[in-house]
């Protein structure tokens, strides 16, 4: 197995799964609390700051995953890449298509119709980052209850039994 691609899907999707729940059930819920005088400003602070965190790892998850594509995860299902790479398609086409337009119509004012298509399209993120995050986490307790296999012993230097005339 590719480690170092394995720790790079950990080290993205872990974060990532952890990051879209706390805006399912936190942060969204609370745009519908800020009220019209300042939601503006706290959407425009909230976008700048989410995107910084979110983005790279989304990049980084992108390229771990595709280089799975191509290289066989090793003794994984071979459903396995191809199910986490469309796990991060589901991610990236809701973040494009859903997303980002409500995102774009709430830049202004809080609008009621844009913020529920907002958190009831955001829980197919919710759904692929948990499932990545659970297949990964499965995959890597497999790979660690594998037995390793041991590095050969030090023997003393004394002849062994079988070795003498």
Do not use: K
């Given at each position: 197995?590719?480690?170092?691609?394995?720790?790079?899907?950990?080290?993205?999707?872990?974060?990532?799964?952890?990051?879209?729940?706390?805006?399912?059930?936190?942060?969204?819920?609370?745009?519908?609390?800020?009220?019209?005088?300042?939601?503006?400003?706290?959407?425009?602070?909230?976008?700048?700051?989410?995107?910084?965190?979110?983005?790279?790892?989304?990049?980084?998850?992108?390229?771990?995953?595709?280089?799975?594509?191509?290289?066989?995860?090793?003794?994984?299902?071979?459903?396995?890449?191809?199910?986490?790479?469309?796990?991060?398609?589901?991610?990236?086409?809701?973040?494009?298509?859903?997303?980002?337009?409500?995102?774009?119509?709430?830049?202004?004012?809080?609008?009621?119709?844009?913020?529920?298509?907002?958190?009831?399209?955001?829980?197919?993120?919710?759904?692929?980052?948990?499932?990545?995050?659970?297949?990964?986490?499965?995959?890597?307790?497999?790979?660690?209850?594998?037995?390793?296999?041991h590095a050969s012993t030090?023997?003393?230097?004394?002849?062994?039994?079988?070795?003498?005339?």
């Amino acid at each position: 197995m590719n480690r170092a691609l394995l720790l790079a899907q950990l080290a993205t999707t872990l974060p990532l799964a952890g990051l879209i729940w706390t805006i399912q059930v936190v942060h969204y819920p609370l745009f519908a609390r800020v009220g019209a005088s300042g939601f503006a400003a706290y959407h425009a602070a909230h976008a700048q700051r989410i995107t910084w965190l979110v983005a790279p790892l989304m990049l980084v998850e992108l390229a771990a995953a595709l280089a799975w594509l191509r290289e066989p995860v090793a003794r994984a299902p071979s459903w396995f890449a191809p199910a986490m790479a469309a796990l991060v398609g589901v991610a990236w086409v809701t973040t494009a298509c859903w997303s980002v337009p409500a995102h774009t119509h709430l830049e202004h004012a809080f609008d009621r119709g844009a913020y529920d298509q907002l958190v009831a399209t955001n829980w197919a993120r919710t759904a692929a980052w948990t499932l990545r995050a659970a297949l990964l986490l499965g995959l890597t307790a497999r790979e660690l209850a594998r037995p390793t296999p041991h590095a050969s012993t030090v023997t003393d230097a004394s002849p062994r039994a079988s070795d003498r005339p």
